[in-house]
């Protein structure tokens, strides 16, 4: 089993991935700067996993146990070595990172563009840098379905093969993140998913569709700062009782009936992706894979509406406004590549999407706001 460095690991897709990974045997190293999260989130996976959550610095000061998390920011290089050092130094060197840790919301990206590509891009360079010098050269990168942009109706389901248009910040963050791996692995400018890769780098830059849903302990979910950004928290919030409705973007879309249509990945195959691109690089010659995490499905708005009301027994009001610039008609992954690559699908479907979800919402209305561990 290997020491992992999990960037970004208290976040939404890193808690449900560290508990994953803890269960498939790894150790783990979390580092976090909290700046969209709680340490909660951890403290619960650590209960989940049934093992105990040490706190560290990044001079490590403890032979590292099987969940260790350390605070800190990944554009702070000499946070970055001390952690590699440190674990070499007792004999625990890190063997692979999965780099969760990113800003991923599309409207803020707009208005802070230097500071998406800081902590998108320059945080990913900077931690490359410090994996390079310390030999450590797997790493599963958290890109998006993004960087498709507005996807030609003739390309869905969307191949990894599709152009590469994003159309905001935060996707031409990922973009150049992503190009930046490819120019590791000396593959510049090849559009081909799956390639030999120089310099002894294995690398997968996974693309997650739109991953929803929680643990179905209800323990562990999404937690949104402010008024959410996706629909699938907006609609719990509103079932929940938190926000009083949902406003629905457009109804004339060319769609069956006219909302968009999105493919949702329930979290806990999204993080079972993870742990299959990792075991795959780590046992194959350097690589990079390029691949998408999605279920193939699409599920409109009302769709999901509908399926939540279901679930949760309770209406959920919602008006139609006008489209919203920056949006796509049609968002469906073809995830072919990655169940031949990983032998790896999703298992879940929008009614345990929504049963988890639900789960989760009713059991933390406020998120890990007031919680109680
Ligand atoms: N959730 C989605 O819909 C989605 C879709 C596609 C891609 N992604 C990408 O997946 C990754 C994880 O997404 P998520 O939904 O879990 O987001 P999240 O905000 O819940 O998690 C990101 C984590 O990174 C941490 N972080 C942010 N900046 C940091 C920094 N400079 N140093 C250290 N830690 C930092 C945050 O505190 C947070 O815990 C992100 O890179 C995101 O862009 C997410």
Redesign the pocket.
Known sequence: MAQLLI????????SHTCLVLLEAGHQLLV???????SAISLERVAELAGVPLQRDQPTLKATLEAFTLVE????DTQCLDALFTSAKAFGQPIEAVIH?????AVGESVQQPLRYWD??VV?TQRLLTAMNFHHCRTIVF?????LYGYPHPNQIPIPETAPIQPINP?GAS?HAAEALLADLAGCSGKPEPIQASSGGWRIARLR?F??VGAHPSGRIG?DPNGIPN?LFPFITQVAVGRRPELTVFGDDWPTPDGTGVRDYIHVMDLAEGHREALHSLLNSDPQLLTLNLGSGQGASVLDVVKAMEATSQRAIPHRIAPRRPGDAAITVANPTLAAQQLHWRTQRSLTDICRDGWAWQQDNPNGYGEACL
């Open positions: 960037t970004g690991g208290a976040g939404f897709l890193g580092l976090d700067d909290f700046s969209n999260s800190g920011d990944i554009r969760f840790a990113g800003l991923k902590v998108n945080g958290s890109s998006s379905a993004t935060y990922k997650y739109n991953p999404e996706n």
